[in-house]
């Protein structure tokens, strides 16, 4: 090697490792300037549902050297079909020990859960970055969809021990929290999603400080939108609910002052709790109301004052109890538990028995155990789209194996006498049983995509607020990505200012899984590799999902939940003293509702009329025109006369009927809950109106134009007799001059 070469190669690799040396240190600053991730909490005390938007807590290192600095925070979780999902989120500045909060819908337990920064300059925003540190949440317990998630916030009021005294079966089971210390609450209405109950220990809550006014307006958000909250203090009534006080948006009227409830006023109290425990105590301080709403509903009074007040709020409810349960000497009585079990509307069940001991045998046999499943069943039913048999599916098989043995020796060997010819004919046979293959296939699914749905549109008309809730399946022919939205197209719509801020009116859009053990569950035990481990992008703050993968005729299931102001139907409703309506409805649409059923009754009672057709500017007099009438469990049950006899007709849990799926969800409790269905619905719970109707008002149910439009991948989903689109309208209506 000549001196003039030796001397090139040396100047090469001394400039090698020179880029290298740069290169790494490069490397070490920027990845120095990364915050780490110390510790990450889901949901409240660590408990969180699968399916269901969840906050997450993720504690971050500060950036080295730096006070703060901005980036967007996300974060990545499997969804229901084990198919990673990026969670889009917000601006954020970290700060050394600060805690970040992201929301999230994990589809399986025991999720390792990646997070990622992205810085965000004055010009442009740098590629994303993941983050080290821990990316298992310590000891998260995630609960399955079907179960109930309680929040107790403050002291305990005895919720445990109520629900072992239940017995619940495994697949009922409710798990309770409490959370009696300041902590992460969410900021959002929908980090409550996965919530089925929220208690309030008054005195405990306020002492603590467990709200701010962020985390009680979020939680109000909630109660509107479905959600139930019990509220329960005495003694310190005037602290809870005091002007100053976030918790003053939930109290049932107003305070003045306290009464003193001696000898036979405590039987009430004893009564409500349906035993024969008595209160080892003679005196008690509540605190007394007055001009409570119009609509609230008092459930407990001793003599003037009411003890426990169940006021309609949004779509939700708060109830108020003005006794202290979580202190002496109603913490230590007897009989809390079947108070309690009274309040929340709970009953014992005999040992061994239990509306759901059939019902899961058949629908696990069936793949699902929640009228969820049911639905998302229902909607994967596609025109044009048909299920090969198996006897079909084997016959070809056996003809095939036939042809490579059988035919490939009697041609090839007895016939011809020339063995060679069996190397033709075998890739002749498999290129022809694929071509079959292929044409049975292509002709059984089709080609395109396909898209079934069906919109839920709940509209209060005294607040004029509307919410709607979209299920959808999109089929495929072909392996592709989607990016998905969706427009609500409610005609009543409006534009509303005073209800809440405008960011919050943004689609929540997101996968929806199957819940239960089943093949395909959230909570199943079979190991099966997702197809895909590129992730999508999910965006709740612009309601829209980004780069969805689906494979080659295959579905996959979506819900959207979505808000809106507006109105469309006008009432004049009282109850008589018999327990009927009287009065007048009127449609102020510009689209006739057709199928329109009004529903009334409260307790064990109840009327449904038929007021089948409401053109635009139509109205109805309830009263005077003879509209057919049934009792209220006969029509949600469809019962039936058979020979002269009343004749219960079963539910049918095979069924792929989407309008008896989501009537059965709206008012699941009043048709007899899981002892008629003999399936749960918990998972979309927040639609079962039951409440409402307990609570005196009347509900408008009827078929009507499109409550919303999906968007694929930019464009309005096509409009055709291939895409099913249904769309179900309730309108709560006010009920006044009530009679007890």
Not at 43 to 63: D, I, M, Q, R
Not at 332 to 356: D, I, K, V, Y
Not at 640 to 669: L, P, Q, T, W
Not at 694 to 699: L, S, T
């Amino acid at each position: 090697m000549s001196a003039k070469l030796r001397k090139t190669l040396t100047t090469v690799c001394a400039c090698l490792i020179l880029v290298a040396a740069v290169s790494r240190l490069a490397f070490a600053e920027n990845t120095a300037d990364l915050p780490e991730v110390k510790s990450i909490r889901l949901g409240f005390g660590n408990h969180y549902k699968l399916g269901c938007w969840t906050p997450v807590y993720v504690e971050l290192s500060g950036a080295l050297g730096d006070s703060g600095a901005s980036g967007r925070f996300d974060i990545e979780a499997p969804d229901g079909d084990d198919v990673p999902a990026w969670f889009i989120g917000p601006r954020i500045i970290w700060t050394e020990g600060a805690t970040r909060t992201q929301y999230v819908r994990i589809g399986r337990p025991n999720s390792e859960l990646k997070v990622r920064l992205t810085k965000l300059g004055t010009l442009e925003e740098s590629p994303p970055e993941l983050l080290a540190g821990v990316s298992t949440p310590t000891d998260a317990l995630a609960l399955p969809a079907t179960n109930e998630l309680i929040v107790q916030f403050g002291a305990s009021i005895g919720l445990p021990e109520m629900f072992r005294r239940l017995e619940l079966p495994e697949v009922e089971r409710a798990d309770v929290v409490t959370i009696d210390r300041p902590q992460r609450l969410p900021a959002w209405w929908y980090g409550y999603e996965g919530v089925d109950l929220v208690v309030i220990a008054g005195a405990p809550t306020v002492k603590q400080s467990l709200f701010d006014s962020q985390t009680a307006a979020a939680l109000n958000q909630w109660v509107l939108r479905g959600g139930t909250l019990v509220v329960t203090c005495a003694a310190n009534a005037e602290e809870v609910f005091g002007a100053e006080s976030p918790m003053r948006q939930f109290a049932p009227g107003e305070l003045a002052g306290m009464a003193t409830l001696t000898g036979l006023q405590l039987g009430p109290i004893e009564s409500f709790a349906r035993g024969e425990e008595r209160l080892d105590v003679n005196s008690l301080r509540v605190p007394q109301w007055k001009n409570l709403a119009a609509n609230s509903f008092v459930k407990l009074r001793s003599s003037d004052v009411p003890l426990v007040v169940e006021t309609p709020r949004g779509f939700g409810r708060v109830v108020y109890v003005a006794l202290d349960l979580d202190k002496p000497p109603l913490a230590q009585w007897l009989g809390r538990n079947r108070f309690l079990e009274h309040l929340l509307g709970r009953h014992t069940q005999p040992a061994g028995h239990s509306g759901l001991d059939e019902g899961p045998q058949q629908g696990s046999r069936l793949g699902f155990v929640d009228l969820t499943g049911q639905l998302r069943g229902a909607l994967d039913q596609f025109d044009g789209v048909q299920i090969i048999p198996f006897w079909l599916v084997a016959t070809l098989a056996l003809v095939y194996i036939a042809a490579l043995a059988g035919l490939t020796y009697w041609v090839a060997v007895r016939w011809l006498q020339r063995p060679a010819v069996a190397w033709a004919i075998l890739p002749i046979a498999i290129v022809l049983f694929s071509a079959i293959a292929y044409a049975m296939a292509y002709h059984a699914k089709g080609t395109g995509q396909k898209l079934n749905q069906i919109d839920l549109v709940d509209v209060d008309t005294e607040e004029h607020h509307a919410r709607g809730t979209t299920w959808f399946n999109v089929f495929s022919a072909e392996n592709t990505l989607l990016n998905l939205g969706i427009d609500p197209t409610f005609p009543a719509q409006q534009t509303r200012v005073g209800f809440e801020p405008t960011a919050l009116y943004v689609p929540l859009l997101g996968w929806l899984g199957l819940p239960g053990g089943g093949l395909g569950g959230m909570n199943s035990r079979a190991v099966n590799l997702p197809l895909f481990d590129e992730p999508y992008q999910i965006d709740p703050l612009t309601g829209t999902m980004t780069g969805v993968p689906l494979s080659a005729w295959s579905t996959k299931s979506f819900v959207a939940r979505w808000e809106t102001a507006g109105g469309g139907i006008e009432s004049a409703l009282t109850e008589s003293s018999d327990g009927r309506l009287r009065g007048s409805i009127s449609n102020q649409l510009s689209v006739p509702l057709t199928d329109c059923v009004l529903l009334f009754g409260h307790g064990e009672s109840g009327w449904a009329y038929k007021l089948k057709t409401l053109p635009p500017g139509g109205k109805a007099n309830v009263d005077q025109d003879q509209f057919e009438s049934q009792s209220l469990n006969t029509y949600l049950t469809k019962r039936r006369i058979v020979s002269s006899k009343d004749e219960a007709v079963g539910y049918d849990r095979a069924s792929f009927d989407i309008g008896r799926i989501v009537e059965v969800m709206m008012f699941h409790e009043r048709a007899g809950a899981t002892n008629y269905t003999g399936l749960l619905n918990r998972y979309q719970n927040f639609v079962d109106m039951s409440n409402e109707l307990d609570m005196g008002r009347a509900i408008l149910i009827g078929r009507g134009p499109d409550g919303a439009q999906i968007k694929i991948n930019d464009q309005p989903a096509p409009d055709d007799d291939q895409n099913r689109h249904t769309t179900i309208y309730r309108f709560v209506l006010p009920v006044a001059a009530r009679h007890n």
